[in-house]
């Protein structure tokens, strides 16, 4: 029987059956377990030839010292034993299984197969002989169709046999198919280590970790030593988030074989996992010299190097790992990792290509779509992410993407199918759910956005973004205090949060609440003195606190970090307006605008800038270019009215003020503008009207 470790490490041990029936004495055929018992069988046996009288005893005594040999790793010897007995009786099964199971392992395959058929046409009924024909097929010769086909047939004559399912499973790339010969193997075998080693690989690929460490834990208890177990143990129990178990059982099986680079490499994966990268690159570096012809621990080296940001060591990494494996479809795909963390889509796509050459499976489909999307090539992009479901129908991350780039290429309805099918197939999965959420924000159903946030947070409680991006929707929904719930909950799951402080400040600024909203940003500035938007809401604060100079020191500041942002600069425009420092306002508002010319607010403030000066004209200018970018704003409308009254154009206050209230009923100031206009016209009762509603809505207006 094969061992094997996952990640494709090479085979460890072959073990074989015991030839199927003997008829000579005990002495020299035992039920050897060991390398003693292996030895006393070997000499027995060979005493036993030696004084045989007979061909039928010196032939069997040759084909029990044959396998004795086998065991004990003298494969040539074992050869010789074996072509003996043959010398005797040419279609003697047993030796001619010995003889094709000792070829196999002298990696003699045509060979080993030729003996194989000659035990299968010298006994067609012996199951043995067909099982390790199987398995010289499918290992010696890479031909699993040959392979099965002699596997169902040894299963056929001996149902109860466990190693032929065991291998036999070997022969499928889908876990799920593999557990079914590994279970009735493991029914048959219950005391064979590999088969609940194999079992819980299949179990781990199929996603069930916990049984995965239980089989492992069984195939342990029965073989203390068996490393490859242990090193794949390792893997599950990382799955499993048991990091320090996981160091334990690597660190066991470095102990159990110094040597061996597989041990030494599953120590670097550990580490990976630990984040400490520096040693995870030196373990890897040194299994790699361990087994310096074996590809895969240099992707080990190069994956870590990327991770460092080492990225030209990464790159000769890989040179080397190619040179080893030319037709590795795995170098290029790290490479392809490696150019797109330096921003180099275009070369990431150049070796997406190669690796889809070698490998045309779903995940390089995938991985060349999410490049070819950097790139905007939206179009190229829907193609892969198609080809990746196509290949595999139950996908969900190439379902999501394919559902990204056909929003991006406006197909709406599309986008939506191929949302609702990765639901279907995961209707937790947490980047479908998000995607979704992102196109209902882009077609402006905030109420539905908000929605699948609140679904996704049912199976997703922890995940503190979840609970910023509806605080964000909330917002927008006009309903801060929703909002600013949202992000204190995940403030609780991670207080230090760039996005989540600033959603909450932002809550509390349309709260109303100035107070807190400086406790909030100065603790956000503290953590993230770069973060503009901190200084931005702050200052803001501090001018409803009435403190302009303490605003227009953290706008002074937010521009030297970033010169041409208009909104700064309109708020700090704000600011000198308030200070009537009206040549600074305008000089600020003037470059906001001309940086962002639809900027509806800078216009609103330059207008009202141009009313305290007196400059009329150019306020009405200011406030018409507003209202073209937003129709009917009430506010635009209320002070456009009074500059008109302003102005002894009464009949156009009283206009304009009309439409301000038909915009907004309980906006008292138009209402009062509305009643000062009136006035002047000698509608004094009409004005006493509109004076009253003014100071109901608004008591503080005399």
Not at 264 to 272: K, P
Not at 442 to 468: G, I, Q, V
Not at 507 to 525: D, S, Y
Not at 572 to 592: I, K, M, N, S
Request: hydrophobic share 45%; with cysteine; proline share 4%.
């Amino acid at each position: 029987m094969t061992r094997h470790l996952i990640g494709g490490v090479a085979a460890l041990t072959l073990l074989a059956a015991a030839p199927t029936a003997w008829a000579a004495p005990k002495d020299c055929f035992t039920d050897a377990k060991d390398e003693a018992g292996y030895l006393s069988m070997e000499a027995g046996c060979a005493r036993m030839a030696a004084e045989a009288t007979d061909d039928l005893t010196k032939k069997r005594a040759n084909v029990g010292r044959a396998y004795a040999l086998f065991f004990l790793q003298r494969y040539e010897e074992s050869l010789k034993a074996s072509d003996g007995a043959l010398a005797l009786d040419p279609e003697d099964s047993d030796a001619l299984l010995v003889r094709a199971r000792t070829l196999r392992l002298l990696n003699r395959t045509d060979e080993a197969l030729a003996a194989a058929t000659l035990a299968v046409e010298a006994d067609a009924e012996d199951a043995n002989a067909w099982s390790l024909r199987g398995q010289i097929w499918h290992g010696g010769k890479d031909d699993p169709v040959k392979a099965r086909a002699d596997y169902d047939k040894a299963i056929a004559l001996d149902p109860k046999n466990g190693l032929t399912y065991y291998h036999r499973s070997e022969l499928t790339d889908d876990a799920a198919v593999a557990l079914l010969d590994l279970d009735k193997a493991a029914a048959l075998e219950p005391g064979d280590a590999d088969i609940h080693a194999a079992r819980a690989n299949a179990l781990r690929d199929l996603g069930r970790p916990k049984e995965a460490l239980a089989e492992y834990d069984t195939a342990l208890r029965l073989d203390p030593s068996y490393q490859a177990a242990l090193i794949s143990r390792v893997y599950a129990k990382l799955d499993l988030g048991d990091v320090k178990g996981a160091a334990r059982d690597a660190d066991r099986a470095v102990a159990l074989d110094p040597g061996s680079a597989y041990a030494v490499a599953v120590q670097g994966y550990v580490l990976e996992a630990e984040e400490r990268l520096e040693e995870a690159a030196a373990r890897y570096e040194t299994a790699s010299k361990l087994a310096p012809k074996d590809a895969s621990l240099r992707l080990g080296v190069a994956r870590v190097r990327r991770s460092l940001g080492q990225y030209d060591q990464a790159l000769a990494a890989l040179d080397t790992a190619e040179a080893l494996d030319a037709k590795s479809p795995l170098v290029p795909h790290q490479r392809a990792l490696v150019w797109r963390d330096r921003g180099d889509f275009a070369k990431a796509v150049a070796q997406y290509d190669i690796a889809i050459s070698r490998d045309p499976s779903a995940g390089n489909y995938h991985m060349r779509g999410l490049a070819l999307a950097e790139l905007k090539n939206h179009k190229a992009a829907l193609a892969d992410f198609t080809k990746a479901v196509e290949l595999d129908p139950r996908n969900v991350d190439s379902l999501t993407s394919r559902g990204v780039e056909e929003g991006e290429l406006g197909m709406l309805e599309a986008q939506a199918k191929s949302y609702d099918q990765a639901l279907a197939l995961d209707p937790g999965n947490l980047n479908a759910l998000v995607a979704r959420a992102d196109a209902q924000i882009a077609r402006d159903d905030l109420a539905a956005a908000a929605a699948t946030y609140e679904l996704a947070l049912k199976s997703h409680p922890r995940e503190p973004n979840l609970w910023f991006w509806l605080s964000e929707t909330r917002r927008d929904l006009g309903d801060p205090a929703e909002a600013l719930k949202a992000a204190d909950r995940g403030l609780q799951l991670d207080p230090k949060s760039q996005l989540g402080l600033r959603d909450r400040a932002t809550a509390l600024e349309q709260l109303g609440r100035p107070a807190e909203v400086i406790k909030a940003t100065t603790t956000g500035i503290a953590l993230y003195p770069k973060d503009e938007a901190f200084l931005f809401l702050r200052a803001g604060a501090l001018i409803a606190k009435g403190d302009l100079a303490g605003a227009r020191r953290d706008l002074d500041l937010y521009l030297q970090l970033a010169p041409k942002a208009s909104g700064a600069l309109t708020r700090r425009g704000e600011v000198h307006r308030a200070e009537a420092r009206y040549d600074l306002a305008r000089a600020d508002f003037d470059q906001a605008i001309a940086l962002q010319p639809d900027a509806v607010r800078t216009l609103y403030d330059r207008g009202l800038l141009s009313m305290d000066e007196e400059r009329y004209d150019r306020a009405i200018k200011d406030f018409n270019q507003a209202l073209a970018l937003l129709p009917g704003d009430p506010d635009i409308l209320a002070e456009k009215a009074e500059t008109y009254r302003r102005m002894d154009d009464n009949l156009l206050a009283v206009e304009t003020a009309d439409m301000a209230i038909k915009a907004n009923p309980k906006l008292a100031f138009a209402w009062h503008v509305r009643s000062l206009a009136k006035q002047e016209l000698g509608d004094a009762a009409g004005a006493a009207a509109d004076l009253a509603q003014a100071k109901r809505l608004d008591p503080t207006i005399k």
